[in-house]
């Protein structure tokens, strides 16, 4: 008798990198977006270096997050342009041509609370039920493009999103834990 197939067992059904269901929870009332793709949340470690007696020594030093990139369909309701700069207005920023009593500019509380608000990765099974997510705390917009037009073309408006947060959560099968 040999050793049992990996591929045999439902558990170990493999992630599918198309599985995947973003919400962003001021922008759309914390609906899915029409998602092409999403970065998910990395970080880097720095490391402080030591020598000593003729040796060098390495030390963990900083953990920094690094930005995501989102990209989704822009659809024509909800429509991801008003909501990126009703979001972008809510974050504190106010056009220059406004009075000088409204003028002011993003700050992180108006930004993370009252404008991006929670943003949340979900990865899907085959079943669409979620099986882990990552949950970007303090997510502010730091950039946005809102696609190019072109006659010659038919191809969906992509609007790219990128997301600057302070740490990622990850829920999900702690097997490692």
Do not use: C
């Not at 922008?27 to 020598?51: C, Q, R």
């Not at 943003?119 to 917009?141: H, P, R």
Request: glycine share 8%.
């Amino acid at each position: 008798m040999g050793a049992p197939n990996f591929w045999d067992t439902a558990a170990s059904e493999p992630k599918r990198q198309h599985r995947f269901m973003v919400y962003m929870g001021n922008v759309n009332g914390y609906e899915p977006y029409i998602a092409k793709s999403v970065t998910k949340p990395s970080f880097e470690l720095s490391e402080t270096e030591h020598k000593y007696l003729g040796n060098t020594y390495y030390f963990p030093g900083v953990v920094t997050w690094n930005e995501i990139t989102l990209t989704i369909v822009n659809t024509l309701s909800p429509d991801a342009q008003a909501s990126l700069l009703e979001a972008l207005s809510l974050s504190g920023y106010v056009y220059p041509n406004a009075s000088e009593s409204d003028l002011a500019t993003p700050n992180k509380e108006a930004a993370t609370v009252d404008g991006l608000g929670t943003v949340m990765i979900e990865e899907l099974d085959g079943n669409g039920e979620k099986v882990a997510s990552w949950t970007l705390n303090n997510a502010f917009i730091k950039s946005a493009t809102f696609g190019d037009l072109d006659y010659s073309g038919d191809e969906l408006l992509n609007v790219e999103i990128g997301i600057r947060y302070d740490w990622a959560t990850y829920e999900g099968d702690s097997t490692f834990g």
